[in-house]
């Protein structure tokens, strides 16, 4: 078989010695070989700018770019469709010519270099000899597909094309490879609506573009002529939001919409929508040939035969095989990739049998990609005077491999010739107990097992039917233990812990969040987050940091190179520069998980923030107090004591955070009062305030009061805890608790006043 002469050709290449370390040779490394690279899409991975003490280097930056791109859909779901071989290239000089960073000219094997010359301090295309890539390529197969030359850079750059270019340690490398094989690969137009960086794109004024994920059609238009991407408006993105015309793409501004706000073509990080991943669905699947073996196509069998073909195996779902005799369909009794006739009862005639194989993913709905890139078939002729079949020899035995755990809900499968005379007999067992129900079968579910969290052991093994001992065995660690990741917020101001378990923070301004993903299995693993339901993003900490550093949150986002990061507008986490954005004040939900190695998608928890800017203080104490007295500005207590009252009037403002007031407070016609995280010993009343009230996680050792609050914004009372008892009175409008009940150990009056639970003790 192919498969015999295709690991004999990978052990070959894995000892290629390198010629001692001189610059310019190179070591092939198959990192993943699921078939014959002619019927399989065939990934080389080249690397420039490495010298042979940072080869550790670029075999870290490998692994950390393919784990991402496994954790994206459709890698994630077609990863056994495709094989990956690595060139590790010496270099003389370590890092490439006109990087920002040094700007300075490296000779590299294979030239990579950023674009406009080494006096562009933004340049971030990067570009690569083609010839000299395609030469290293072909070291690995002749029947390379796609080509993805990483840099020894930390800055950002990359560019799409016959040949994909990225940055190898810059946070966003890793992400720039799907994107640049979005165009490579999908042949995929940016989404972007600027010309350069900070440019504005102009206005599109040409003719309906040829893109699928562009177009000049109204949602009207596309559904009524059955056009562009009709089948999934209105359905949620998955990049967030929903699939509808958003204006913007081809780097114009306005006159020509792509189908969502933010997807993996327009911003990095997110996910490709549904429109983009049916394209790379497609691309993937159309270089792969679904039946990979079996008894050769337009045979003539005799009736006694077995017939048999082996397909292409996705990696959580399993492919229809759809058997037809003299156009009737009929049911294999074990395996549907094998039929036995003797089990069909011909009569002495001639027939026609076929099989079809379609892939009914989800990710594809046109109907047309779904017969030319998802379906295959094969056929053959039953003929009595056909001769019988030889015996064969001893047939190999092969499948998913062994070496990387397996995920809990993949569908692991083996593979094996079966003679035209008879059938092996394939069985399975999970810590060492049979599933007899899948005796024959040449896959298996894993998904439908229900095992238990942790790890198992997952067997195969062959036997012939005249053997009772198993002539092969395989084995594989299934990975059944889901990622975890820790969450870390800089210094909030206070938090509180919420009915649900979660936490809930008060940030002032700006907050970094730092995600720390975890597995018990080696690889690396991905985090990712999203916010108030929007699409999942990758965490991969900060973009012109070292990655690991935390990814900051502001109002409106942080300008970096002409792009938006970390807005929490509703525009989302990267709007345009030039996109009107309201500041993002208010309370936020941020969920995050994790993907493993393996392809194990975590639990999502989360966290929330009541985010809110930072006053202007006139005055500011953090030392202890007598008293105070507040009739103008803006006072900020930080961290104080104050050993008697605080009274506020005349349209001033306080400001409290971790203070402790011994006395009571009282504020009349005030403009704003915000107290977070304090305790308060008296009675705190609030009447007639114009601006802000807000009143979060504090121990108020007395009553609170509050009444005829004008201020436009609700008033904020949430997880507060009232020795005594609550009032809300004449309130324009009501308080909210934010989803934190208010512990009240007394009574609560007033029809406005959140709902409160029992039972708040003094707290000194």
């Known amino acids: 078989m192919k498969r015999t002469l295709l690991l004999a050709t990978a052990l070959l290449l894995a000892a290629f010695p390198g010629r001692a370390q001189e610059a310019g040779s190179a070591r092939v490394v198959p990192i993943q070989v699921t078939g014959d690279p002619a019927a399989r899409f065939s990934l080389v991975i080249l690397g420039d700018g490495y010298t042979a003490e940072e080869m550790p280097t670029f075999r870290r930056h490998v692994d950390k770019h393919l784990n991402i791109l496994w954790s994206l859909e459709p890698f994630r779901s077609y990863r056994n469709y495709i ?8 270099s003389g000089e370590s890092g490439i010519t006109c990087d920002p960073a040094h700007r300075e000219v490296r000779t590299t094997p294979l030239g990579m270099r950023f674009g406009g010359g080494c006096d562009n301090p933004n340049a971030r295309g990067i570009n690569v ?10 070291m690995a197969t002749p029947d390379y597909d796609q080509i993805l030359s990483i840099a020894n850079t ?16 810059n946070a966003l490398g890793p992400y720039i490879t799907p994107h640049e094989l979005g165009h490579s690969l ?72 792509r189908p969502s706000r933010h997807s993996m073509m327009i911003s990095l990080g997110y996910y490709f929508d549904q429109v983009s991943r049916e394209r790379m669905a497609e691309r993937i699947s ?31 779902h399993e492919l229809d095989v759809n058997w037809q005799v003299d156009g009737r369909r009929v049911t294999p009794e074990r395996d549907p990739r094998i039929l036995d006739l003797r089990t069909l009862a011909l009569d002495g005639g001639s027939h026609s049998v076929t099989v079809t194989v379609i892939d009914l993913t989800p990710f594809v709905r046109d109907p047309v990609v779904r017969d030319t890139s998802f379906t295959a078939t094969r056929s053959w002729t039953v003929d009595p005077a056909a001769p019988a079949a030889a015996e064969p020899a001893s047939s190999p035995f092969t499948g998913r491999d062994t070496v990387r755990a397996v995920a809990g809900e993949e569908v ?25 129900s899948h005796a024959g079968r040449h896959s298996i579910a894993l998904a439908d097992q229900n095992l238990a969290r942790g790890s198992h052991r997952l067997s195969a093994t062959l036997s012939d039917p005249a053997r009772s001992e198993p002539r092969a065995v395989l084995n594989w660690t299934i990975d059944n233990t889901l990622p975890t990741v820790e969450h870390t917020l800089n210094a909030p101001e206070t938090s509180v812990p919420r009915p649900d378990g979660s936490r809930h923070y008060f940030a002032r301004d700006s907050f970094t969040m730092h995600l720390e993903p975890s597995d018990d299995q080696d690889g690396y693993v991905v985090a990712e987050f999203r916010v108030n339901g929007d699409g999942w ?34 525009e989302g986490l990267s709007p345009q520069p030039w996109e009107e954005r309201a500041p993002g004040w208010g309370t936020h939900t941020i969920e995050y998980r994790a993907r493993d190695a393996a392809g194990n998608i975590g639990d999502a928890e989360q966290f929330h923030v009541t985010f809110m800017p930072a006053p202007q203080c006139t005055t500011v104490i953090t030392s202890p107090q007598d008293g105070l007295d507040v009739d103008a500005g803006v006072m900020c207590l930080d961290g104080a004591t104050v050993t008697g009252s605080i009274t506020v009037t005349n349209g001033a403002s306080l400001f409290a955070r971790n203070t402790t007031v011994r006395g009571s407070v009282s504020a009349s016609a005030a403009a704003n009062v915000e107290i977070v995280g304090s305790i308060v010993d008296g009675p705190l009343q609030v009447s007639g305030s114009t601006g802000s009230l807000m009143l979060f996680n504090n121990a108020f050792n007395q009553n609170v009061a509050l009444t005829d ?31 934190l009940p208010n512990a009240v150990a007394g009574s609560t009056t007033g029809p406005v006043c959140p709902a409160a639970s029992p039972g708040a003790g003094r707290t000194p």
């Open 186 to 257: 999908g042949r995929l137009q940016d989404e972007y609506t600027y010309s350069a960086r900070g440019v504005r794109g102009g206005i599109y004024d040409g003719e309906e573009p040829n893109s699928i994920h562009h177009t000049l059609l109204t949602e009207e238009e596309m559904r009524a002529g059955q056009r562009k991407w009709w089948r999934w408006l209105g359905e949620p993105s998955e990049s967030g939001g929903i699939i509808r015309r958003f204006e913007g793409g081809q780097s114009r501004v306005a006159g020509v919409f």
């Open 412 to 436: 692991v499968y083996v593979a094996t010739t079966a003679s035209l005379a008879r059938e092996p007999i394939v069985r399975w067992y999970v810590d060492g107990r049979e599933i007899a």
């Open 286 to 316: 159309g270089q792969v040939e679904l039946i990979a073996d079996g008894t050769p196509a337009d045979a003539t069998v005799a009736p006694g035969s077995t017939l048999w073909i082996e397909t292409a195996h996705p990696v959580f």
């Open 709 to 739: 609050h004008r201020g436009v914004a609700p008033p904020v009372l949430a997880g507060n805890r009232i020795a005594t008892f609550l009032r809300c009175d004449g309130m324009g409008t009501a308080p909210t608790d934010l989803g």
């Open 129 to 138: 000899e083609q010839e000299s890539a395609r030469h290293y390529a072909r």
């Open 537 to 570: 993003h990758h965490y991969y900490g900060w973009p012109d940091a070292p990655p690991g550093t935390p990814f900051l949150f502001t109002p409106r986002g942080t300008t970096i190179k002409e792009l938006v990061y970390g807005s929490l507008s509703a």
């Open 154 to 169: 930390d800055t950002y750059g990359g560019i799409g094309g016959s040949t994909a270019t990225t940055s190898g340690g």
């Open 83 to 90: 094989n990956v071989y690595a060139v590790e290239i010496v």
